[in-house]
């Protein structure tokens, strides 16, 4: 099994950045496609963010790209996601998430059901 565990979320203004990190167990975290998500309260939990295992395809929701970018350190098995412009609307628990495969396609990529592991999430609340 695979251990997930997120960090780096805050409080931050609008217009400000975090850099969520998301840190993994095993061998063969090169082996994975990750995924965040994030969830408001109330609401569903939603795509954010992809990386392929070698980390050559990225894939975004509109709403987060050019502001958002993913990237991982498989020496390091870390993934990240670097947020930039925050908006009020981004607030909510960001989660990290492993899919047993090296590269997933949608909708699997963009689904909650496309990945096998997760992390506890951590929050990010943007200020208006």
């Known amino acids: 099994q695979v251990q997930l565990v997120e960090s780096g979320g805050g409080l931050v203004q609008a217009g400000g950045s975090l850099r969520l990190s998301c840190a993994a167990s095993?061998?063969?975290?090169?082996?994975?496609?990750m995924g965040w998500f994030r969830q408001a309260p109330g609401k569903e939990r939603w795509f954010v963010a992809y990386?392929?295992?070698?980390?050559?395809?990225?894939r975004y929701v509109d709403s987060v790209k050019g502001r958002f970018t993913i990237s991982r350190d498989n020496a390091k098995n870390t993934v990240y996601l670097q947020m930039n412009s925050l908006k009020p609307e981004d607030t909510a628990a960001y989660y990290c998430?492993?899919?047993?495969?090296?590269?997933?396609?949608?909708?699997?990529?963009?689904?909650?059901?496309?990945?096998?592991?997760w992390g506890q999430g951590t929050q990010v609340t943007v200020s208006s």
């Open positions: 095993g061998r063969t975290f090169s082996s994975y496609a």
């Open positions: 990386i392929s295992g070698s980390g050559g395809s990225t």
């Open positions: 998430a492993a899919a047993r495969s090296l590269r997933i396609a949608p909708p699997q990529a963009m689904s909650v059901t496309g990945y096998d592991y």
